[in-house]
Protein backbone atom coordinates (compact mmCIF):
# COMPACT_ATOMS: atom_id res chain seq x y z
CA UNK A 1 0.00 0.00 0.00
CA UNK A 2 2.80 2.49 -0.07
CA UNK A 3 5.69 3.10 -3.29
CA UNK A 4 4.07 1.87 -6.34
CA UNK A 5 6.21 0.39 -8.92
CA UNK A 6 7.66 2.55 -11.20
CA UNK A 7 8.51 -0.14 -13.66
CA UNK A 8 6.66 -1.41 -16.81
CA UNK A 9 6.95 -2.70 -20.00
CA UNK A 10 5.46 -1.82 -23.70
CA UNK A 11 2.97 -4.55 -23.46
CA UNK A 12 1.61 -4.03 -20.04
CA UNK A 13 -1.82 -2.35 -19.54
CA UNK A 14 -2.58 1.19 -20.28
CA UNK A 15 -4.21 1.20 -17.03
CA UNK A 16 -1.62 0.64 -15.25
CA UNK A 17 0.74 3.32 -16.79
CA UNK A 18 -2.06 5.33 -16.19
CA UNK A 19 -2.06 4.39 -12.54
CA UNK A 20 1.56 5.31 -12.13
CA UNK A 21 1.21 8.85 -13.52
CA UNK A 22 -1.62 9.43 -11.20
CA UNK A 23 -0.31 8.25 -7.88
CA UNK A 24 2.76 10.30 -8.59
CA UNK A 25 0.80 13.31 -9.19
CA UNK A 26 -1.29 12.68 -6.34
CA UNK A 27 1.62 12.49 -4.32
CA UNK A 28 2.29 15.87 -5.05
CA UNK A 29 -0.80 17.16 -4.75
CA UNK A 30 -1.55 15.99 -1.19
CA UNK A 31 1.57 17.93 -0.09
CA UNK A 32 0.50 20.74 -1.34
CA UNK A 33 -2.77 20.79 -0.96
CA UNK A 34 -2.12 20.36 2.93
CA UNK A 35 0.41 23.47 3.09
CA UNK A 36 -2.96 25.57 1.81
CA UNK A 37 -6.09 24.41 3.29
CA UNK A 38 -8.45 21.95 2.41
CA UNK A 39 -10.17 24.11 -0.28
CA UNK A 40 -7.21 24.44 -2.58
CA UNK A 41 -6.66 20.96 -1.44
CA UNK A 42 -9.10 19.64 -3.49
CA UNK A 43 -8.52 21.78 -6.16
CA UNK A 44 -5.18 21.33 -6.61
CA UNK A 45 -5.73 17.34 -6.33
CA UNK A 46 -8.78 17.68 -9.83
CA UNK A 47 -5.99 19.46 -11.51
CA UNK A 48 -3.38 17.56 -10.89
CA UNK A 49 -5.77 14.42 -12.02
CA UNK A 50 -6.80 16.23 -15.35
CA UNK A 51 -2.76 16.45 -15.86
CA UNK A 52 -2.00 13.16 -14.79
CA UNK A 53 -5.03 12.15 -17.37
CA UNK A 54 -2.93 14.21 -20.18
CA UNK A 55 0.94 12.49 -19.36
CA UNK A 56 -0.42 9.08 -19.15
CA UNK A 57 -2.59 9.64 -22.69
CA UNK A 58 0.74 10.94 -24.06
CA UNK A 59 2.58 7.99 -23.17
CA UNK A 60 0.41 5.46 -24.23
CA UNK A 61 0.26 7.04 -28.04
CA UNK A 62 3.74 7.62 -28.06
CA UNK A 63 4.87 4.09 -26.55
CA UNK A 64 2.16 2.50 -29.22
CA UNK A 65 4.09 4.09 -31.74
CA UNK A 66 6.95 2.66 -30.51
CA UNK A 67 5.53 -0.50 -30.92
CA UNK A 68 4.84 -0.39 -34.72
CA UNK A 69 7.65 1.40 -35.74
CA UNK A 70 10.14 -1.13 -37.41
CA UNK A 71 13.60 -1.26 -36.28
CA UNK A 72 16.80 -2.34 -37.61
CA UNK A 73 17.33 -4.20 -34.41
CA UNK A 74 13.91 -6.02 -34.99
CA UNK A 75 12.41 -5.63 -38.54
CA UNK A 76 9.07 -7.85 -36.87
CA UNK A 77 8.42 -5.45 -35.22
CA UNK A 78 6.50 -4.04 -38.64
CA UNK A 79 3.72 -6.62 -38.32
CA UNK A 80 3.55 -7.00 -34.46
CA UNK A 81 5.47 -10.50 -34.42
CA UNK A 82 7.27 -10.61 -30.42
CA UNK A 83 11.02 -10.43 -31.18
CA UNK A 84 13.33 -13.00 -32.24
CA UNK A 85 10.64 -15.28 -33.58
CA UNK A 86 10.55 -16.80 -37.30
CA UNK A 87 8.60 -14.83 -39.69
CA UNK A 88 8.86 -17.19 -43.42
CA UNK A 89 11.90 -17.56 -44.90
CA UNK A 90 13.89 -14.32 -44.70
CA UNK A 91 13.53 -15.21 -40.57
CA UNK A 92 14.27 -18.59 -40.55
CA UNK A 93 17.15 -18.87 -38.87
CA UNK A 94 16.92 -17.88 -34.63
CA UNK A 95 17.26 -13.97 -34.99
CA UNK A 96 20.74 -13.15 -32.40
CA UNK A 97 19.62 -9.76 -32.10
CA UNK A 98 18.71 -9.62 -27.79
CA UNK A 99 15.21 -7.73 -27.15
CA UNK A 100 15.36 -4.04 -26.46
CA UNK A 101 14.82 -3.72 -22.16
CA UNK A 102 11.75 -2.80 -20.62
CA UNK A 103 11.34 1.29 -20.51
CA UNK A 104 11.41 2.39 -17.33
CA UNK A 105 9.56 5.37 -15.76
CA UNK A 106 12.18 7.23 -13.29
CA UNK A 107 11.45 9.16 -10.30
CA UNK A 108 14.11 11.27 -8.40
CA UNK A 109 14.30 11.58 -4.76
CA UNK A 110 12.27 14.82 -4.84
CA UNK A 111 9.08 12.55 -6.32
CA UNK A 112 9.75 9.58 -4.37
CA UNK A 113 9.61 11.84 -1.08
CA UNK A 114 6.64 13.29 -1.79
CA UNK A 115 4.84 10.16 -2.30
CA UNK A 116 6.06 8.89 0.86
CA UNK A 117 5.26 12.26 2.41
CA UNK A 118 1.22 11.79 0.62
CA UNK A 119 1.25 8.33 1.58
CA UNK A 120 1.90 8.81 5.87
CA UNK A 121 -0.73 12.06 4.94
CA UNK A 122 -3.42 9.55 3.44
CA UNK A 123 -2.48 7.55 6.54
CA UNK A 124 -2.89 9.96 9.03
CA UNK A 125 -5.86 11.18 8.21
CA UNK A 126 -7.77 8.16 9.42
CA UNK A 127 -8.21 7.42 12.64
CA UNK A 128 -6.69 4.42 14.75
CA UNK A 129 -9.04 1.45 15.89
CA UNK A 130 -9.42 0.99 19.88
CA UNK A 131 -9.42 -1.69 21.14
CA UNK A 132 -9.67 -3.51 24.76
CA UNK A 133 -6.94 -5.98 26.52
CA UNK A 134 -9.64 -8.69 26.72
CA UNK A 135 -9.86 -8.59 22.94
CA UNK A 136 -5.79 -8.77 22.61
CA UNK A 137 -6.16 -12.17 24.99
CA UNK A 138 -8.36 -13.53 22.67
CA UNK A 139 -6.36 -13.06 19.99
CA UNK A 140 -3.80 -15.87 21.38
CA UNK A 141 -6.30 -17.89 19.98
CA UNK A 142 -6.24 -16.67 16.58
CA UNK A 143 -3.14 -14.56 15.70
CA UNK A 144 -4.14 -14.15 12.07
CA UNK A 145 -7.01 -12.01 13.42
CA UNK A 146 -3.55 -9.58 15.31
CA UNK A 147 -1.68 -9.65 12.39
CA UNK A 148 -4.38 -7.90 10.27
CA UNK A 149 -4.99 -5.96 13.02
CA UNK A 150 -0.84 -4.94 13.62
CA UNK A 151 -1.07 -4.17 9.73
CA UNK A 152 -3.60 -1.73 9.53
CA UNK A 153 -2.68 -0.10 12.91
CA UNK A 154 0.77 0.60 12.80
CA UNK A 155 1.10 2.31 10.08
CA UNK A 156 -1.86 4.79 10.75
CA UNK A 157 -0.03 5.70 14.44
CA UNK A 158 3.02 6.41 13.10
CA UNK A 159 2.11 8.02 10.15
CA UNK A 160 0.12 10.43 12.69
CA UNK A 161 3.23 10.30 15.25
CA UNK A 162 4.62 11.66 12.20
CA UNK A 163 2.72 14.83 11.73
CA UNK A 164 2.18 15.99 15.00
CA UNK A 165 6.43 16.16 15.28
CA UNK A 166 5.67 18.15 11.69
CA UNK A 167 3.33 20.30 13.60
CA UNK A 168 6.16 21.66 15.79
CA UNK A 169 7.56 24.95 14.79
CA UNK A 170 11.43 24.72 14.35
CA UNK A 171 11.31 21.17 14.36
CA UNK A 172 14.01 20.92 11.58
CA UNK A 173 16.17 22.92 13.58
CA UNK A 174 16.00 20.61 16.56
CA UNK A 175 18.36 17.70 16.00
CA UNK A 176 15.85 15.73 18.50
CA UNK A 177 12.67 16.12 16.92
CA UNK A 178 14.63 15.52 13.51
CA UNK A 179 15.52 12.36 14.67
CA UNK A 180 12.55 11.16 15.60
CA UNK A 181 10.86 12.13 12.30
CA UNK A 182 13.54 10.40 10.58
CA UNK A 183 13.27 6.95 12.63
CA UNK A 184 9.26 6.87 12.39
CA UNK A 185 9.64 7.53 8.48
CA UNK A 186 12.12 4.69 8.08
CA UNK A 187 9.57 2.59 9.95
CA UNK A 188 6.87 3.47 8.07
CA UNK A 189 8.44 2.73 4.83
CA UNK A 190 9.49 -0.93 6.07
CA UNK A 191 6.25 -1.38 7.27
CA UNK A 192 4.91 -0.67 3.81
CA UNK A 193 7.88 -2.93 2.08
CA UNK A 194 7.52 -6.04 4.22
CA UNK A 195 4.32 -6.20 2.58
CA UNK A 196 2.02 -9.43 3.79
CA UNK A 197 4.93 -11.68 4.11
CA UNK A 198 4.65 -12.79 8.05
CA UNK A 199 8.03 -13.98 8.61
CA UNK A 200 9.64 -10.98 7.31
CA UNK A 201 6.88 -9.09 9.18
CA UNK A 202 8.57 -10.49 12.30
CA UNK A 203 11.52 -9.07 11.55
CA UNK A 204 10.55 -5.96 10.52
CA UNK A 205 8.58 -5.63 13.62
CA UNK A 206 12.03 -6.41 15.98
CA UNK A 207 13.82 -3.88 13.94
CA UNK A 208 11.45 -1.29 14.66
CA UNK A 209 11.30 -2.34 18.05
CA UNK A 210 15.23 -2.03 18.51
CA UNK A 211 14.93 1.40 16.34
CA UNK A 212 12.16 3.16 18.98
CA UNK A 213 14.07 2.01 22.44
CA UNK A 214 15.48 5.52 22.44
CA UNK A 215 12.84 7.73 21.16
CA UNK A 216 10.88 8.45 25.13
CA UNK A 217 14.37 10.40 26.11
CA UNK A 218 15.11 11.83 22.85
CA UNK A 219 11.34 12.87 22.63
CA UNK A 220 11.38 14.59 25.82
CA UNK A 221 15.04 16.18 25.32
CA UNK A 222 13.43 17.56 22.04
CA UNK A 223 10.22 19.14 23.70
CA UNK A 224 12.19 20.79 26.02
CA UNK A 225 14.62 22.35 23.82
CA UNK A 226 11.12 23.25 21.51
CA UNK A 227 9.63 24.78 24.92
CA UNK A 228 13.09 27.82 24.81
CA UNK A 229 11.91 28.62 21.08
CA UNK A 230 8.30 29.30 22.67
CA UNK A 231 6.55 26.14 22.94
CA UNK A 232 4.89 26.05 25.94
CA UNK A 233 4.71 23.78 29.04
CA UNK A 234 1.00 23.51 28.84
CA UNK A 235 1.44 22.42 24.81
CA UNK A 236 4.06 19.96 24.86
CA UNK A 237 2.62 18.10 28.18
CA UNK A 238 -0.76 17.72 25.65
CA UNK A 239 1.48 16.79 22.97
CA UNK A 240 3.96 14.27 24.56
CA UNK A 241 0.51 12.86 26.31
CA UNK A 242 -1.14 11.85 22.90
CA UNK A 243 2.01 10.89 21.48
CA UNK A 244 2.90 8.37 24.47
CA UNK A 245 -0.72 7.02 24.21
CA UNK A 246 -0.19 6.46 21.01
CA UNK A 247 2.68 4.64 21.19
CA UNK A 248 1.48 2.49 24.18
CA UNK A 249 -1.09 0.92 22.05
CA UNK A 250 1.58 -0.09 19.20
CA UNK A 251 4.35 -1.11 21.56
CA UNK A 252 1.56 -3.38 22.88
CA UNK A 253 0.13 -5.09 19.94
CA UNK A 254 3.53 -5.50 18.68
CA UNK A 255 4.98 -7.25 21.55
CA UNK A 256 2.14 -9.14 21.77
CA UNK A 257 2.54 -10.36 17.85
CA UNK A 258 6.01 -11.01 18.50
CA UNK A 259 5.48 -12.69 21.65
CA UNK A 260 2.80 -15.32 20.11
CA UNK A 261 5.51 -15.73 17.22
CA UNK A 262 7.35 -17.79 20.02
CA UNK A 263 7.42 -20.86 20.71
CA UNK A 264 5.73 -21.91 24.18
CA UNK A 265 3.87 -18.37 24.35
CA UNK A 266 0.37 -19.16 24.70
CA UNK A 267 -0.98 -15.58 25.99
CA UNK A 268 1.99 -13.55 24.52
CA UNK A 269 2.69 -10.55 27.31
CA UNK A 270 -0.56 -11.32 28.87
CA UNK A 271 -0.95 -13.33 31.91
CA UNK A 272 -4.12 -14.66 32.71
CA UNK A 273 -3.22 -14.86 36.12
CA UNK A 274 -1.06 -12.00 37.00
CA UNK A 275 -0.14 -11.90 40.61
CA UNK A 276 0.12 -8.36 41.71
CA UNK A 277 2.74 -9.37 44.70
CA UNK A 278 5.43 -11.11 43.07
CA UNK A 279 5.07 -8.46 40.24
CA UNK A 280 5.68 -5.48 43.11
CA UNK A 281 8.08 -7.39 44.87
CA UNK A 282 10.65 -8.02 41.64
CA UNK A 283 9.50 -3.83 40.64
CA UNK A 284 10.83 -3.07 44.71
CA UNK A 285 14.13 -5.27 44.32
CA UNK A 286 14.84 -3.33 41.14
CA UNK A 287 14.59 -0.10 42.55
CA UNK A 288 16.30 -1.15 46.07
CA UNK A 289 19.41 -2.10 43.18
CA UNK A 290 19.24 1.70 41.42
CA UNK A 291 18.97 3.43 44.61
CA UNK A 292 21.90 1.38 45.94
CA UNK A 293 23.94 1.91 43.06
CA UNK A 294 23.11 5.95 43.16
CA UNK A 295 23.30 6.80 46.25
CA UNK A 296 25.45 4.10 47.91
CA UNK A 297 22.29 2.77 50.35
CA UNK A 298 18.55 2.37 50.07
CA UNK A 299 15.81 1.77 52.52
CA UNK A 300 13.60 -1.51 52.71
CA UNK A 301 10.45 -1.81 51.19
CA UNK A 302 7.43 -3.62 53.00
CA UNK A 303 4.60 -4.86 50.94
CA UNK A 304 1.26 -5.75 52.45
CA UNK A 305 -1.14 -8.10 50.40
CA UNK A 306 -5.01 -7.93 51.27
CA UNK A 307 -6.21 -7.76 47.58
CA UNK A 308 -6.53 -10.58 44.78
CA UNK A 309 -3.79 -13.10 44.63
CA UNK A 310 -4.18 -12.71 40.54
CA UNK A 311 -5.42 -10.94 37.74
CA UNK A 312 -5.35 -11.07 34.02
CA UNK A 313 -2.97 -8.01 33.16
CA UNK A 314 0.36 -7.14 31.56
CA UNK A 315 3.42 -8.07 34.13
CA UNK A 316 5.71 -5.85 32.27
CA UNK A 317 3.17 -2.56 32.75
CA UNK A 318 2.39 -3.06 36.18
CA UNK A 319 6.11 -3.53 36.91
CA UNK A 320 6.98 -0.29 35.30
CA UNK A 321 4.95 1.92 37.04
CA UNK A 322 5.77 0.41 40.19
CA UNK A 323 8.92 0.45 39.60
CA UNK A 324 8.92 4.23 38.79
CA UNK A 325 6.88 5.53 42.04
CA UNK A 326 8.90 2.96 43.90
CA UNK A 327 12.04 4.56 42.76
CA UNK A 328 11.11 8.01 43.19
CA UNK A 329 10.01 7.40 47.17
CA UNK A 330 13.80 5.23 47.67
CA UNK A 331 15.69 8.59 46.81
CA UNK A 332 13.06 10.95 49.02
CA UNK A 333 13.49 8.94 52.06
CA UNK A 334 17.03 8.81 51.43
CA UNK A 335 17.85 12.10 50.78
CA UNK A 336 15.07 13.33 53.65
CA UNK A 337 16.87 11.03 56.48
CA UNK A 338 20.18 12.85 55.51
CA UNK A 339 19.18 16.20 55.44
CA UNK A 340 18.21 15.29 58.89
CA UNK A 341 21.79 14.63 59.77
CA UNK A 342 21.10 11.60 61.35
CA UNK A 343 22.65 8.17 60.57
CA UNK A 344 19.84 6.01 58.55
CA UNK A 345 17.88 3.58 61.22
CA UNK A 346 15.45 2.18 58.62
CA UNK A 347 13.46 -0.81 60.65
CA UNK A 348 10.84 -3.41 58.75
CA UNK A 349 7.67 -3.78 59.81
CA UNK A 350 5.20 -1.02 60.89
CA UNK A 351 8.80 1.02 60.73
CA UNK A 352 9.29 0.33 56.98
CA UNK A 353 10.29 3.92 55.78
CA UNK A 354 8.42 2.87 52.06
CA UNK A 355 5.22 0.68 52.10
CA UNK A 356 3.11 -0.89 49.25
CA UNK A 357 -0.40 -2.23 49.91
CA UNK A 358 -2.47 -4.08 47.61
CA UNK A 359 -6.31 -4.37 47.74
CA UNK A 360 -8.72 -4.79 45.31
CA UNK A 361 -12.47 -6.39 44.39
CA UNK A 362 -13.64 -8.07 41.45
CA UNK A 363 -13.46 -5.06 39.25
CA UNK A 364 -10.38 -2.79 40.19
CA UNK A 365 -7.48 -3.79 41.62
CA UNK A 366 -5.81 -0.86 44.20
CA UNK A 367 -2.46 -0.32 45.66
CA UNK A 368 -1.22 2.69 47.94
CA UNK A 369 2.71 3.53 48.40
CA UNK A 370 3.37 5.44 51.65
CA UNK A 371 6.77 6.93 52.24
CA UNK A 372 7.99 8.79 54.93
CA UNK A 373 10.24 10.90 52.57
CA UNK A 374 9.77 14.14 54.03
CA UNK A 375 6.84 15.21 51.01
CA UNK A 376 6.21 17.61 48.48
CA UNK A 377 6.43 20.86 48.54
CA UNK A 378 3.23 23.29 47.62
CA UNK A 379 4.48 25.25 45.10
CA UNK A 380 5.75 21.57 43.14
CA UNK A 381 2.59 20.20 43.93
CA UNK A 382 0.95 22.00 40.20
CA UNK A 383 3.82 20.42 38.03
CA UNK A 384 4.50 16.76 39.46
CA UNK A 385 2.76 15.33 36.23
CA UNK A 386 4.73 17.07 33.89
CA UNK A 387 6.84 15.59 31.49
CA UNK A 388 9.47 18.87 31.71
CA UNK A 389 9.36 18.68 35.14
CA UNK A 390 11.89 16.59 38.08
CA UNK A 391 13.12 16.66 41.19
CA UNK A 392 16.11 14.83 40.24
CA UNK A 393 19.09 15.48 39.28
CA UNK A 394 19.12 16.74 35.01
CA UNK A 395 20.28 14.12 32.39
CA UNK A 396 22.16 14.63 29.12
CA UNK A 397 20.16 12.26 27.05
CA UNK A 398 23.38 11.93 24.94
CA UNK A 399 25.50 10.84 27.77
CA UNK A 400 25.77 7.13 28.98
CA UNK A 401 24.79 8.87 32.13
CA UNK A 402 20.84 8.50 30.32
CA UNK A 403 21.22 4.69 30.16
CA UNK A 404 21.77 3.81 34.33
CA UNK A 405 18.76 4.72 35.18
CA UNK A 406 15.83 4.68 32.95
CA UNK A 407 14.49 8.24 32.45
CA UNK A 408 16.08 9.40 35.95
CA UNK A 409 16.10 13.33 35.45
CA UNK A 410 14.00 13.63 32.23
CA UNK A 411 10.46 13.99 34.78
CA UNK A 412 8.95 10.78 32.28
CA UNK A 413 7.99 8.50 35.41
CA UNK A 414 5.24 9.94 37.17
CA UNK A 415 3.58 11.25 33.89
CA UNK A 416 4.44 8.39 31.65
CA UNK A 417 3.39 5.96 34.66
CA UNK A 418 0.05 7.76 34.85
CA UNK A 419 -0.46 7.52 30.83
CA UNK A 420 0.13 3.46 31.12
CA UNK A 421 -2.55 3.58 34.26
CA UNK A 422 -4.80 5.26 32.34
CA UNK A 423 -4.52 3.29 29.39
CA UNK A 424 -5.32 0.52 31.04
CA UNK A 425 -8.07 1.47 32.34
CA UNK A 426 -7.01 3.11 35.71
CA UNK A 427 -5.61 6.25 37.10
CA UNK A 428 -2.92 7.53 39.36
CA UNK A 429 -3.06 9.98 41.68
CA UNK A 430 -0.59 11.47 44.31
CA UNK A 431 -1.00 13.15 47.92
CA UNK A 432 1.53 14.69 50.16
CA UNK A 433 1.81 16.14 53.77
CA UNK A 434 5.19 18.45 53.60
CA UNK A 435 7.65 17.62 55.98
CA UNK A 436 6.44 13.94 56.48
CA UNK A 437 5.54 11.93 53.58
CA UNK A 438 3.99 11.00 50.54
CA UNK A 439 1.26 8.37 49.52
CA UNK A 440 0.69 7.61 45.67
CA UNK A 441 -2.61 5.87 44.55
CA UNK A 442 -2.63 3.43 41.77
CA UNK A 443 -6.23 2.13 40.53
CA UNK A 444 -6.25 -0.75 37.96
CA UNK A 445 -8.97 -2.27 35.87
CA UNK A 446 -9.25 -6.02 36.49
CA UNK A 447 -11.75 -6.81 33.81
CA UNK A 448 -9.66 -5.83 30.77
CA UNK A 449 -12.68 -3.88 29.46
CA UNK A 450 -11.89 -1.03 29.20
CA UNK A 451 -11.43 0.15 25.48
CA UNK A 452 -8.09 2.07 24.33
CA UNK A 453 -7.80 5.94 24.35
CA UNK A 454 -6.60 6.47 21.07
CA UNK A 455 -5.97 10.49 19.76
CA UNK A 456 -8.18 11.24 16.83
CA UNK A 457 -7.04 11.43 13.03
CA UNK A 458 -4.68 14.28 11.65
CA UNK A 459 -6.95 17.20 11.52
CA UNK A 460 -6.35 19.49 8.67
CA UNK A 461 -7.35 22.51 10.49
CA UNK A 462 -4.41 22.26 12.59
CA UNK A 463 -1.56 22.32 9.95
CA UNK A 464 0.45 25.55 11.60
CA UNK A 465 0.35 24.89 14.93
CA UNK A 466 -0.49 22.08 18.04
CA UNK A 467 -3.27 23.76 19.37
CA UNK A 468 -6.68 23.12 20.18
CA UNK A 469 -5.93 19.22 20.45
CA UNK A 470 -8.67 17.45 20.59
CA UNK A 471 -8.98 15.19 23.92
CA UNK A 472 -7.36 11.87 23.53
Known amino acids: FFLPLVAWSPGGSPSYRQTVA ?65 TGAANSEPSTTAAKPAMVARINKERLKALLNAQITEKALQEPTPFTLRQILKSSKDPDSLFHLI ?26 LTNIHRVYTQSFRDLGMSQFVKTDYRKV ?140 EWGKDDNAPVTVTISGDENSLAIRLSDRGGGIPEQHMDRLFSYLFTTADAVDPDSNQAEESPMAGFGCGLPLSRAYAKYLGGNLFLESCYGYGTDVYLYLNRTGTATEKVPKGFNLRHETSISPWDDV
Request: aromatic share 8%.
Open 151 to 176: HRELPIRFALRIKWVENINGWEQNKY
Open 205 to 344: LGTIKRRHSFVVTNLVAGVRLAKEEGFSEEMANQFLDRFFTCRIGTEMLSSQYLALARPGQNDGIIARECIPMDVIASAAEDAIHICKRAKGGAPPVDIINVGPEHLPFIPQYLHYIMFEILKNSLRAVYDHTQRQGGKP
Open 22 to 86: VSAMRGAAVVAGIRRGSRSFCMQRQKAWMAAMEQAAVRRAATQRALKEPTKENPAKANGTPPGEA
